[in-house]
């Protein structure tokens, strides 16, 4: 049986580990909303991976004695800082926020609660809303929320493979996971610098239980500074999640419902990333990128003709990139805001 949680409330149940590296921007409103829970008591510990700038001593001046501040001796990255936060919490629940979300209030009373009340559960994982730079919510028809239904769900184990099986609906800030089971599964993955937290629930998610909470209770930020955003002046991060889909379509494929519909569905998600990065890619200019991503788009989802033939605008570029590649680049290049007026939509038929 997994470790319960204290019954005491003198002792923390969670660790709220912050991981951060050069994030003095946005921490402070970080810090604000972890400090701000109320109703469980916990640990708040920041593992620094050697910033250059204030992110430190902000720590020190907004959380004072109430954070654990560990400085990694070098730079881990992104999976090695995560596997220091759990090596270093001394709690059986683990929350790992990221330095630029902001959890909302209730959020790890509520996640506490799950645990308690589902005592062999392995991760609890909530809706977000998502904010820009500046605060400001960003509408659904820009980025998609996860959504996994209105009412809470428990997974038995192997049933919420069938949910990563085409796409990641779980946001790391949103997450709470069970210290015991995530050392079961050998922590985060190295070898992975895009995927690793997908990877991850995946592993966790053929051995333990988890737990969908529908009321959104993180602010995940999406801005221009984000990891996610200098993903696009290349394509490893999709090649990345290509072959973390091929995995699970080969490994899982006994466990999933409707397992061709869902490679189904993959690819065609897939190749709408590939189709949108190809855009970003000819409106920066970068004609063998654009080039490459459209080919591996339609590659991937041939039914994505279907779309660019009901937009006679993106048709056009895309059939001027495929025929005159240079020509292309300099005609629709807009590198100010690169994809922004001609994106993809992420779902719908096609």
């Given at each position: ?102 959890l909302l209030p209730g959020h790890l009373a509520a996640h ?18 998502v904010i820009d730079a500046a605060d400001r919510p960003i ?212």
């Open positions: 049986m997994p470790t319960p949680l204290p019954t005491t409330t003198s002792t923390p149940p969670v660790t709220v580990a912050l991981p951060t590296y050069n994030g003095a921007r946005h921490l402070a409103d970080a810090l604000r909303g972890i400090l701000a829970q109320e109703g469980v008591p916990f640990d708040l510990l920041v593992c620094d991976d050697r910033s250059d700038d204030e992110t430190v001593s902000l720590v020190r001046s907004l959380a004072g004695d109430r954070a654990r501040i560990e400085i990694n001796p070098e730079r881990l990255g992104l999976a090695g800082n995560w596997n220091r936060c759990a090596a270093l919490a001394r709690t059986p629940l683990l929350a790992i926020v990221h330095q630029d979300d902001i506490v609660d799950a645990f308690a009340r589902l005592p062999g559960l392995g991760m609890a994982i909530s809706a977000v809303e509408p659904p028809t820009v980025i998609e929320r996860p959504d996994l239904g209105p009412a809470e769900r428990l997974f038995p184990p192997p049933a919420f493979v069938a949910e990563l099986a085409h796409r990641n609906p779980v946001r790391c800030s949103a997450v709470t996971l069970r210290a015991e089971a995530l050392a079961s599964i050998g922590g985060f993955d190295p070898s992975y610098r895009y995927a690793v937290d997908w990877e991850c629930w995946l592993r966790l998610a053929r051995r333990w239980p988890v737990c969908w909470l529908p009321l959104p209770s993180v602010a995940v930020r999406w801005h221009p500074d984000s990891e996610t955003h200098r993903f696009k002046r290349g394509s490893a991060d999709l090649d990345e999640l290509a072959l973390l889909l091929d995995q699970i379509h080969t490994l899982d494929r006994p466990s999933l419902p409707h397992p061709s519909r869902s490679r189904r569905l993959a690819h065609r998600l897939l190749g709408r990333a590939f189709l949108n990065r190809s855009l970003d890619a000819l409106h920066a200019g970068d004609a063998p990128l654009a080039l490459r991503c459209l080919r591996r788009s339609l590659s991937l989802s041939p039914a994505l003709l279907l779309l660019l033939a009901r937009d006679p605008r993106l048709a056009a570029q895309m059939t001027a990139l495929s025929l005159a590649p240079r020509w292309a680049s300099r005609r629709f290049r807009h590198p100010d805001q690169p994809g922004q007026a001609d994106s993809v939509p992420t779902s719908g038929p096609a």
